[in-house]
């Protein structure tokens, strides 16, 4: 994925500036919402908690992971617009924690030491370093399609089209999502993307029970294609023969020029125009969903 904008990239950033960021900056950061736990799960059951952006709480196989976990209230100038509503010490103790990549919105630091109790981390490879002071206990750096066994669960990292580096000479640090396997039941979190024939590939890897797929800032300021959009996340939803859909990567921070609100809107008019509304599931933060999926 190149770095270079595309053209018209000026007159992008000025709208972004003038309609998303100075908006945003001016209102009031909304409060947090109500939340709530699952504290019982059957064998067969598996809870998914959006925790905002690409945040989320699994529940499977009789372990808490936790993947890219995100509870800073600004990125740079970029405001989080609601404050987070299940903050680290709300949270069961997590086993397992899984980063996709290493941006700033994926990987935040002080979020991953307020969590970081001895338990593995799994990241891509070249992203070990930004995490190896973070109280693990151990760093396990992924290739595409290399996998790690924890208990009964396996996880492998998967390609997508996107990008990693940190800073911008650091190309060398890989980005994916995770396959995660565990009790007959698989859940694959996408990272960032944007739409690529791989999709199909993933789907021939695992029968995807539940799919966390990013639907917003598709409007990048830079004109660069690195984000699907809503329609996007529902073709590729298709392409990999997953059962269910959740939406990340939406509503907590504006990254794109598109209004705030518009992508979940976009994907269940999407999803309704397809016949497939009862398989797509827009979230509230801090609320779970149980999927009883063997």
Known sequence: MGLLPSKGWQQRNLQFLSDI???????????????????????????????GHAGFLLQMGGKNILVDPNWALWHGPVKRVRHPTLLAPALPYIDLVLITHAHFDHLHIPSLRSIAAGQPVVVPEGVGSVVKNCAFS???????????????????????????ARYIHDTYRKFGGYLIEGSGQTIFHCGDSSMFDGFKEIGKRAEIDVALMPIGAYQAPSGRPVHMNPEEAM??????????????????????????????IRLLASAKQLGRDKFVHVMDEGHPAVFSLA
């Open 138 to 164: 151990k760093v396990i750096e992924l290739d595409y399609w290399g996998s790690y066994d924890f208990g009964d669960l396996k996880v492998t990292f998967t390609p997508t089209k996107h990008w990693g």
């Open 21 to 51: 960021l100075i908006p945003t900056l001016l209102s009031p950061r909304q409060p947090s919402a109500s939340s709530s736990l699952v504290t019982h799960l059957e064998k067969n059951e598996t809870g998914v908690t959006w925790l």
């Open 235 to 264: 073709e590729a939803m298709d392409m990999m023969g997953a059962q269910h859909l959740i939406p990340m990567h939406y509503g907590t921070f504006p990254l794109g020029g598109e209004p705030i609100a518009e992508p979940s």
